[in-house]
């Protein structure tokens, strides 16, 4: 997978250079590339930005520099899917990983100051998918952040990113639930002691007692997340726990 990433403080994207994701660009599982969008702009300030139409706090992101950035790195045979982080996005799950982890090409626009001028994203929309997105109900000061986020999401689910493919499969949220508490050695630490079905070696007990932990977890800290779940998700155990 190809991603793209256009930012103002390009310094701010070096951690996915690191660890695991720095390891998966060393492998060629992932080309990433972070751009300036300074280098599109063509006066002596480098200016990105100016005041809002209508009033308002702030400033706004000028059209021109985002329409040449993105001209050119959006150019190719096969148009990437534009991804804008916003406040006021579409919520951005696992799902949306899951889907986004099947693009061949992605390109993340990061907005700064009060946000981009809403006719860049127009006019992207006009020849390449766009999506704006939100990864949370809190207000962050510019897009860099999401993006580690969105890209992290992603990234990690490509085969061969993961030691142990398995994990993704068994993520928080994969069947729908929170994922239930883990345990390692020691046996006891500081007087607490690991259950002992983990220790029983009865992988069917274990598999049920790790379910209900999780079907526990969701109910006290997700319960929009049972409500979303189809009926036949839960058996008549599940609906007893
Ligand atoms: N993903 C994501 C995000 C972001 C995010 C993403 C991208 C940008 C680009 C600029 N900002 C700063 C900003 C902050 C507040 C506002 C709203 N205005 C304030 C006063 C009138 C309305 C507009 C922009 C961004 C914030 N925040 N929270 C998320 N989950």
């Not at 929170?178 to 607490?192: A, D, F, I, K, N």
Request: negative net charge; proline residues 7%; hydrophobic residues 40%.
């Amino acid at each position: 997978m190809r991603i793209d990433v256009l930012t103002i403080f390009p310094e701010y994207l070096a951690p996915l250079r690191a660890a695991l994701l720095g390891k998966a660009i060393e492998r060629g599982l992932l080309d990433l590339t972070v751009h300036d969008l300074r280098d599109w702009t063509h006066d002596v300030h480098r200016s990105v930005d100016d005041s809002p139409y209508g009033g308002g706090p702030g400033m706004v992101m000028k059209p021109q520099v985002w329409g040449e950035a993105l001209d050119e790195v959006c150019a190719g045979e096969v148009p990437p899917r534009l991804v804008v982080p916003s406040p006021a996005g579409r919520p951005f799950t696992q799902e949306t990983a899951r889907q986004y982890a099947t693009e061949s090409r992605l390109v993340f626009a990061c907005g700064r100051y009060e946000g981009i001028d809403q006719r860049v994203i127009d006019d992207a929309a006009r020849r390449m998918p766009v999506d704006e997105v939100s990864i949370g109900d809190y207000v962050l000061v510019g897009g860099e952040v999401a993006v580690m986020v969105m890209v992290e999401a992603v990234a990690r689910l490509l085969p061969g990113v993961l030691g142990n493919p398995a994990s993704a499969e068994q993520d928080s949220f994969s069947d729908g639930l929170l994922e239930g508490p883990s345990y390692t050695r020691p046996e006891v630490w500081r007087e607490l002691a690991v259950p002992e079905v983990l220790r029983s070696g009865n992988h069917a007990a274990i598999a049920r007692w790790r379910r209900d932990r999780a079907l526990e977890r969701t109910f006290h800290r997700r319960p929009d997340l049972l409500a979303t779940l189809p009926d036949q998700a839960l058996d008549r155990h599940d609906r007893a726990v």
